[in-house]
């Protein structure tokens, strides 16, 4: 009896792991596109052969500075961030829009890598074989949103030249929040995928719009659920790789020996603020700057509220 019992419940064990087998299909990431023929911006080969976009915004007079804008494992539109670009400029300074590794313009395989090291080192080997910080003194700065911070806080302390590093909501310590939060079948799922499927994309970094709380948050997933330019899902492999990054920000902020500017949110519904004091209690550099930005959300609204901080902080550099 106890033998058939057994053995009932292997076979349905079996047919569980099957069924989870069979259903490791997974979520399909747009093929990446072709950059039309009048596209502003050019493609760098880097070390693995691989073709990476770069878009650059140049003022008309000499610039003074050069601003990279490091995007996360979602990628950017340097055309939707027009705005950010300009405000980041004020017609003095250059800025520098690097699609990611796999996204974007950019070649690589969409939603899963073996490593997340290998956009990192892309990076750093773009912004270091740039001439222009090296020329008239200009100053190499860095700029991170998000999830982009604890890669340009690598970043940052692997290059020879940084001279100060510009933070939005770094997500060191989340909180839920609706329509980003996974819910409790969504972990089942990913549990399910890490085990028997890791490489296969399956969580939606774009989020749920229809239930974001908050309207320009809500707008800008909108958004980033239809922009081709954006992946949308992830392997569970490649999220474990981001966690890992999001977690050692502390301990990368006490090697940061360059100028900080941290902004925070007070609106964010994403990041937890504690999570920023933590960071900025660590950074290693004396000279910091931390402010909070009234009415600011998680997303695009902290940035631009916050503009004229930004561009007087990098003026004082």
């Known amino acids: 009896m106890k033998k058939n019992k057994n053995s009932l419940l292997s076979g349905v064990a079996l047919f569980l792991i099957s069924l989870m087998l069979i259903s490791c299909s997974g979520m399909k990431n747009p093929d990446r596109?072709?950059?039309?023929?009048?596209?502003?911006?050019?493609?760098?080969?880097?070390?693995?052969g691989l073709k990476i976009f770069v878009y650059e915004f140049v003022p008309a007079r000499e610039f003074k500075n050069t601003i990279y804008i490091?995007?996360?494992?979602?990628?950017?539109?340097?055309?939707?961030?027009k705005e950010i670009i300009e405000r980041l400029s004020n017609r003095e300074n250059r800025v520098v829009v690097i699609h990611p590794?796999?996204?974007?313009y950019s070649e690589g395989k969409r939603g899963d890598s073996q490593n997340l090291s290998d956009l990192i080192a892309d990076y750093v080997e773009i912004i270091k074989g740039d001439k222009f910080p090296l020329e008239n003194k200009r100053k190499c700065i860095l700029y991170g949103h998000s999830m982009s911070c604890a890669i340009a806080l690598i970043i940052a302390n692997e290059l020879e030249y940084t001279d100060g590093l510009i933070l939005v909501n770094p997500p060191y310590k989340l909180k839920s929040a609706k329509g980003m939060t996974?819910?409790?079948?969504?972990?089942?799922?990913?549990?399910?995928?890490?085990?028997?499927?890791?490489?296969?994309?399956?969580?939606?970094?774009?989020?749920?719009?229809?239930?974001?709380?908050?309207?320009?948050?809500?707008?800008e997933s909108e958004t980033r659920n239809n922009d081709p330019l954006l992946v949308k899902y992830f392997s569970m492999h490649y999220m474990s790789e981001s966690k890992k990054i999001m977690v050692a920000m502390v301990k990368n902020a006490q090697q940061a020996d360059y100028l900080l500017l941290l902004l925070y949110g007070e609106n964010d519904l994403i990041v937890d603020k504690a999570g920023c004091d933590e960071i900025f209690a660590a950074w290693k550099g004396q000279n910091k700057n931390y402010e909070i930005i009234k009415g600011g959300s998680h997303g695009k609204s902290t940035v631009l509220k916050g503009s004229e901080l930004i561009i007087k902080w990098v003026e004082s550099i």
């Open 182 to 219: 996974p819910d409790f079948g969504d972990y089942l799922n990913y549990i399910g995928y890490y085990i028997f499927a890791p490489h296969v994309p399956v969580v939606n970094m774009a989020g749920d719009p229809s239930v974001i709380e908050n309207a320009a948050d809500r707008r």
């Open 101 to 104: 590794l796999a996204t974007g």
């Open 70 to 81: 490091v995007s996360g494992i979602t990628g950017i539109n340097h055309n939707s961030e």
């Open 33 to 48: 596109p072709i950059p039309k023929d009048n596209e502003e911006g050019s493609f760098i080969t880097v070390r693995d």
